[in-house]
């Protein structure tokens, strides 16, 4: 599956669905720059729906993104595309260098 994104970058839902050691698994979303230059911050949109054929009981009004990479959270926005009331993207940023990747995990917010 492909998920829109400006500027060209190449996102990816990673089927790889992968156990964390508790009661629910993340999904990892690979976004790669196949261009010669360093984009970003650039954002980074990806279908509500991809999420949830992927993962039905995927909370997607409670989610967050955290880069592989650095173990950091991103900020992150859910977009009404349509205005029907209803959330149909998740937005967030990425930084990529020229020809690079980077992978980010998606997961349900913890509430405390």
Same mark, same amino acid.
């Not at 492909?2 to 790889?16: C, E, F, H, I």
């Not at 993340?26 to 992927?54: C, H, M, Q, W, Y």
């Given at each position: 599956?492909?998920?829109?994104?400006?500027?060209?970058?190449?996102? *990816?839902?990673? &089927?790889?669905?992968? +156990?964390? #050691?508790?009661?629910?698994?993340? =999904?990892?979303?690979?976004?790669?720059?196949?261009?010669?230059?360093?984009?970003?911050?650039?954002?980074?949109?990806?279908?509500?729906?991809?999420?949830?054929?992927?993962?039905?009981?995927?909370? *997607?009004?409670? &989610?967050?993104?955290? +880069?592989? #990479?650095?173990?950091?959270?991103? =900020?992150?926005?859910?977009?009404?595309?349509?205005?029907?009331?209803?959330?149909?993207?998740?937005?967030?940023?990425?930084?990529?260098?020229?020809?690079?990747?980077?992978?980010?995990?998606?997961?349900?917010?913890?509430?405390?």
């Amino acid at each position: 599956m492909k998920a829109r994104v400006s500027n060209q970058l190449t996102v *990816l839902l990673t &089927l790889l669905m992968f +156990s964390c #050691g508790t009661a629910h698994d993340k =999904l990892v979303v690979t976004i790669s720059n196949p261009s010669e230059f360093d984009r970003g911050p650039e954002t980074v949109s990806i279908p509500l729906a991809d999420i949830s054929l992927i993962d039905p009981d995927m909370d *997607l009004e409670n &989610l967050v993104v955290k +880069s592989v #990479g650095s173990g950091e959270y991103l =900020l992150t926005q859910l977009f009404d595309e349509d205005l029907d009331g209803a959330y149909d993207q998740l937005l967030f940023q990425a930084h990529l260098p020229a020809g690079g990747s980077e992978e980010f995990e998606i997961d349900r917010k913890s509430v405390v």
